[in-house]
């Protein structure tokens, strides 16, 4: 591994769900294939760090073209899963307005492939915040196995002026 993990893994119980798929779903917008995590299953809001995990099927709506007879979990995908881990916990204890939305990715690795069946398990811990930027570290393991890292920026989406423009539109 690249680097000490920013949990470990003794610390939690991928069994013991803190918030399971309907609780996401009150602080993320996201639905239907661009939902990227099952549940929670842990929070800590003193260090700012929360585990969470995505359980991958055959149905993943990247399966059947990334790529035929193989599939592999796209890498953009796994940081879309990471981004939304630390926007579920930014929403949940109200760290930032609104709706987070990528701001960007720094020192991004991938070191493994995920596959359907795996149990994604992604950790982040907020590094700084600013009223709308916050930057998250992530890792993402396959049985205890890192296969991405990396660093986040969210930003705080002006959602009110975005429907506005739409509705103008």
Not at 40 to 68: A, Q, S
Not at 96 to 117: A, S, W, Y
């Amino acid at each position: 591994m690249a680097k000490e993990p920013i949990l470990d893994f003794s610390k939690f119980d991928l069994n013991h769900v803190v918030a399971d798929l309907e609780e996401i779903r009150r602080n993320n917008p996201q639905r239907f294939e661009m939902e990227q995590l099952t549940a929670i299953c842990y929070e800590d809001r003193e260090n700012h760090v929360c585990v969470g995990y995505k359980d991958l099927t055959d149905h993943e709506f990247w399966v059947r073209g990334h790529m035929p007879g193989m599939p592999l979990m796209p890498g953009v995908i796994m940081c879309e899963a990471a981004a939304q881990l630390a926007s579920y916990f930014s929403h949940k204890y109200q760290l930032m307005e609104g709706i987070v939305g990528f701001g960007g990715l720094e020192g991004v690795r991938f070191r493994g492939v995920v596959r359907p069946g795996d149990r994604f398990v992604i950790v982040s811990r907020l590094l700084k915040l600013r009223r709308s930027i916050m930057t998250c570290e992530f890792q993402c393991f396959v049985n205890q196995n890192l296969v991405c890292e990396g660093v986040l920026k969210g930003v705080s989406i002006p959602v009110d002026q975005i429907v506005s423009d739409a509705a103008a539109s």
